[in-house]
């Protein structure tokens, strides 16, 4: 589902399939980042006032003039940093040269920025509870650019060793989903504790039991509304997915009427690390099925060497055997072209759409939050031109 990259290219390189880490080099605005005086978590900061916020997802990004990267019309007027928000004006058609299939720019008050590298966000600020309703725990969704985070206990996971090496602030990102299990008042402020691994609601596979502190009023509580079927009355065996590995497209059909469409991120052809042509890292093509959803899922695998550790993937739809899934990808925007180690990438909006939709129904009642019904999947055809 990701790519095997060494350490430090995850962090030079973050979001590069399913997996890249979420691991950048520190940009000026984080230079005072210490963990060892930060115990609490950041308020949320002010946000650009633009509908849609553009996110950084990458460091040493350009920054240019124009709608374009050849560098014989030296475009470049900047760099930007790792998790910089700059207000999203329009999407336009640039001259995007060096074999990227992408050719969309972003512009931006400050200049133009490629797309695949700047996600879209909004600001949704939210009004947080000061206690668990009912008592008990509950799905949150971030509706923020970003939320800062504040570690708990003991440090397990090897995403959150590497931002303490590289002293990168640990932070969840607009469209990821987590469980909340603690509502504490600080200094006025309610605040969540997310379990990373949920105690088995949602995460388990692959979770490092962490706990982190955010700010409340980045998060919103998932209801059954966020959960339900869409289109409930239409027989599931006429819900069909369609996805186009050649033209990275992926549609849904209710008989013969398409009801939804999407561009996607399949798994690349080439290996990542010898940047030889293999098909070991390709999203399968054949008849397969929706067998598995979660609505969060820690993915992490490998080793130090060559591995990942991305916490807190949202919606999560199982399609094939070897983790394949259709799921929400916050960490680039290059969808449209072969990013990914197999899985099907697609923005974390309609990757909920996706989830909602497809069978089987997941409720948010406890131990419903993941299902497994092989009997009961949506047909998902998967087809690539072979030659």
């Given at each position: 589902m990701k790519n095997y990259l060494s350490r430090r290219?995850?962090?030079?390189?973050?979001?590069?399939?399913?997996?890249?880490?979420?691991?950048?080099?520190?940009?000026?605005?984080?230079?005072?980042?210490?963990?060892?005086?930060?115990?609490?978590?950041?308020?949320?900061?002010?946000?650009?006032?633009s509908a849609i916020i553009g996110r950084v997802c990458e460091p040493d990004v350009d920054l240019r003039n124009r709608p374009t990267n050849n560098p014989n019309q030296n475009s470049s007027i900047g760099k930007l940093g790792a998790d910089e928000l700059l207000e999203w004006n329009r999407e336009v058609l640039g001259n995007v040269i060096g074999g990227l299939p992408n050719q969309r720019y972003i512009e931006t008050p400050r200049g133009y920025v490629y797309g695949s590298v700047l996600q879209p966000t909004k600001n949704i600020p939210n009004t947080p509870v000061t206690e668990l309703p009912n008592g008990q725990g509950f799905w949150a969704e971030v509706t923020v650019p970003y939320v800062e985070l504040a570690h708990e206990g003991t440090v397990a996971s090897?995403?959150?060793?590497?931002?303490?090496?590289?002293?990168?602030?640990?932070?969840?990102?607009?469209?990821?989903?987590?469980?909340?299990?603690?509502?504490?008042?600080?200094?006025?402020?309610?605040?969540?504790?997310?379990?990373?691994?949920?105690?088995?609601?949602?995460?388990?596979?692959?979770?490092?039991?962490?706990?982190?502190?955010?700010?409340?009023a980045g998060l919103k509580i998932l209801t059954d509304a966020?959960?339900?079927?869409?289109?409930?009355?239409?027989?599931?065996?006429?819900?069909?997915?369609?996805?186009?590995?050649?033209?990275?497209?992926?549609?849904?059909?209710?008989?013969?009427?398409?009801?939804?469409?999407?561009?996607?991120s399949s798994g690349k052809k080439y290996d990542p690390v010898t940047g030889l042509v293999t098909d070991a890292y390709a999203t399968p093509a054949g008849s397969l099925m929706t067998y598995w959803k979660i609505i969060s899922k820690n993915m992490t695998a490998g080793n130090e060497g060559t591995g990942y550790s991305t916490p807190a993937v949202p919606w999560c739809t199982f399609i094939a055997s070897g983790g394949v899934a259709i799921h929400g990808a916050f960490w680039h925007n290059a969808f449209g072209e072969r990013r990914s180690h197999g899985c099907v990438n697609v923005s974390p909006e309609d990757s909920?759409?996706?989830?909602?939709?497809?069978?089987?129904?997941?409720?948010?009642?406890?131990?419903?939050?993941?299902?497994?019904?092989?009997?009961?999947g949506t047909l998902v055809s998967s087809t690539e031109t072979q030659f």
């Open positions: 290219d995850f962090i030079k390189l973050a979001g590069l399939g399913l997996g890249a880490m979420a691991f950048t080099r520190v940009s000026a605005s984080d230079i005072d980042y210490r963990w060892d005086v930060f115990s609490q978590p950041r308020r949320l900061p002010q946000f650009p006032g090897p995403w959150l060793q590497d931002h303490i090496n590289y002293n990168f602030p640990p932070r969840l990102y607009y469209g990821q989903t987590v469980w909340i299990d603690q509502v504490r008042t600080s200094n006025g402020f309610p605040e969540y504790r997310w379990n990373e691994d949920a105690n088995g609601r949602g995460y388990g596979y692959g979770g490092y039991g962490e706990f982190y502190w955010a700010d409340g966020d959960v339900s079927t869409i289109n409930p009355d239409v027989d599931p065996n006429e819900k069909t997915i369609s996805i186009d590995l050649d033209y990275q497209t992926l549609s849904c059909y209710e008989g013969a009427r398409e009801v939804y469409f999407c561009r996607i909920k759409w996706i989830f909602r939709w497809t069978m089987p129904y997941v409720s948010l009642a406890a131990g419903e939050e993941r299902r497994e019904l092989p009997d009961h």
